[in-house]
């Protein structure tokens, strides 16, 4: 999520502690956007984990951002507790698709054998050396096509448009800019493929000087509009939806504008 993801209160926890007779503690998380739950029960009792993890799941969700939860291998002892959250983060960087919900239990060893899908290699061959914008148009809605269609991770997402931005870096072309420094962050901005699409299809245009100068003063002119907008509600706790709903626009994109002008 790209949201701040807060524990559910101490009263929800006091309640499924007395429904499912177990104990539950709130971890610190690595990341703001995640919590992280340890049940403690006793050796010699049963324990419908299951329960307590789509309970916690429910209280969390609000459909509105994917939300996924990954449900680690146990341990007897509190020193393996490093070394099972680790699994669970490698776990869920394999497992984790773009824009899905789930719940899944940590299974069986990691594939780390990740490489740029064949079909992305493809698509990417078919961009030649004269690039113009409808091909690029054309190349993302079949990358975007291929990635929704096979449901792939966000992992192997992040592997395959690596692999477009240094096919565009390599080609023999006049560039305008640099590209994306941070997929990631462009990935965690996107909910949906086709806000995806259009972010990267934005940028990409950038770096070849295909914004046009109407496009480029509709950009100026948004980035006036947030810095007045800062100015006036600078002791307003900022976050990403605000700039969503005022604008309707990704947060990525619009500081990516909002630097370029500042």
Not at 71 to 83: A, F, H, V
Not at 204 to 217: K, T
Request: hydrophobic share 35%; charged share 20%; proline share 3%.
């Amino acid at each position: 999520m790209n949201s701040p993801l807060q524990p559910v209160s101490r009263e929800q926890i006091q309640k499924l502690e007395a429904t499912f007779q177990a104990s539950i503690i709130v971890l610190a998380g690595r990341h703001y956007n995640e919590c992280i739950y340890a049940v403690i029960t006793p050796n010699s009792s049963d324990v419908d984990l299951d329960g307590i993890a789509k309970n916690i799941y429910s209280l969390h969700n609000n459909n509105e951002e994917p939300l996924n939860m990954v449900i680690s291998n146990t341990c007897t002892d509190g020193r393996e507790l490093y070394s099972i959250r680790q699994e669970a983060y490698l776990y869920a960087l394999f497992h984790i698709r773009f824009g899905c919900s789930r719940i899944f239990h940590i299974q069986s060893e990691t594939d780390t054998n990740i490489a740029p899908s064949p079909e992305i290699k493809q698509i990417c061959s078919n961009l030649g050396e004269y690039i113009k914008r409808q091909k690029i148009s054309d190349c993302l809605r079949s990358m975007t096509g291929f990635w929704n269609k096979n449901e792939v991770t966000q992992f192997q997402l992040i592997t395959d448009l690596h692999y477009f931005f240094n096919t565009l870096e390599q080609l023999p072309i006049q560039s305008h800019g640099q590209l994306i420094s941070n997929i990631d962050e462009i990935i965690g901005s996107c909910q949906t493929y086709s806000d995806l699409e259009k972010t990267i299809l934005d940028e990409v245009n950038q770096y070849l000087g295909y914004a046009d100068d109407f496009a480029r003063r509709n950009q100026q002119t948004l980035a006036k509009q947030v810095k007045e907008w800062l100015d006036e509600n600078f002791t307003t706790q900022i976050t990403y939806k605000i700039f969503q709903n005022l604008f309707n626009l990704n947060e990525k994109y619009i500081s990516t504008l909002f630097k370029a002008e500042y």
